[in-house]
């Protein structure tokens, strides 16, 4: 157990999925009321794992603390009028979500506010890079799926935090974020790394208000390994195309057991820089477990669509909960292509080749 009893959010490395489990191409799909079953028995479990994350309460940061620890970036915030005008409020919130409005941090959220008293606040943690901010992807769909949350959780207070961030202040923090993101120094670390920074950082302003305000919430709740396990890579449909279902078990183990090298570690520094502590229901060990015992072609159909197949049960789960179909169907977009980080990279250099510097990368189309 970690910190407070709460356990350790742990994958399962070297846990093999039962190959009896593992359809080939030519098998009988599930049925519709196996599918719903296992959508179910999916909701039950990662609600299991998002109480053990928040209950019992988070505490709150104290706001006094909070201010000094973030003391620079809410002066550059509130600007020079920010000693004649009200100070940026902290939030009564003891939970946050990175949340873009896709699928994973929309079920995140749905059932954090099933877990937590009802007259919690929960924050909504959106960043989008640019002066276009109301153009980026992720901020359309977080605007629409927080409606769909006011529908479905009608007396929960949910705060989406709007994080604008611009190319110089990008620039401007360079060398505080590759020394958390070191010993990665890809240009994907450097571009994943700003948007876990500045939505860590939790400085922005309310979508329902305009008011500034800052997320007092110590704990940050993600849905990293929701793709991992379920599917929702674009290259897990390669995999299937080339190599057919064992192909597509062969990755998702590939996946699981290289996560905590590739995005675990990196995560954590960079979300702890600004006191938040991260937390992972989908990487839950009981739940990843779980998931070993499903059919494949229940957590994800190659067969079928996009939108639809790749992460098939998570997708059922929503549905069964009364989820609009819109957010029930959308497809992966990795948060620096959903925030516009990515942006700042040259077209020219892959996610994995080394990283050189922003500006190194040539002239940024963040307009």
Known sequence: SGKDGIPVPLCVPGVERDRSLVPQQDCTPISDEELDDAARAFTERLMEAVKRRVCPLPPLHEPSTLRRRLSTALEAFEGPT????PRTRVTRSHVAVLFSGGIDSFMVALLASRALPPTTPIDLLNVA????HFDVPDRATALRAVEDLRRLEPSRVWNLILIDVEHDEVIACEKDILSLVTPQNTVMDMTIGPALYFAARGIGSLEATGEHVVSGAKIMLLGNGADEQLGGYARHRGKFKHLGWPGVQQELSLELSRLWQRNLGRDDR???SH???????FLDSSFAAFLQTLPLNAIC?????TGVGEKRIIRQAARLLGVSEDICCLTKRAIQFGSRISTMASKKRGGHAAFEGYQALGKCGMG
């Open 82 to 85: 920010g000693v004649h005008s």
């Open 129 to 132: 890079f640019g002066r276009a």
């Open 270 to 272: 960079v979300l702890s």
């Open 275 to 281: 006191g938040r502590e991260s937390r992972y229901p």
């Open 301 to 305: 159909d190659l067969t079928l669509e």
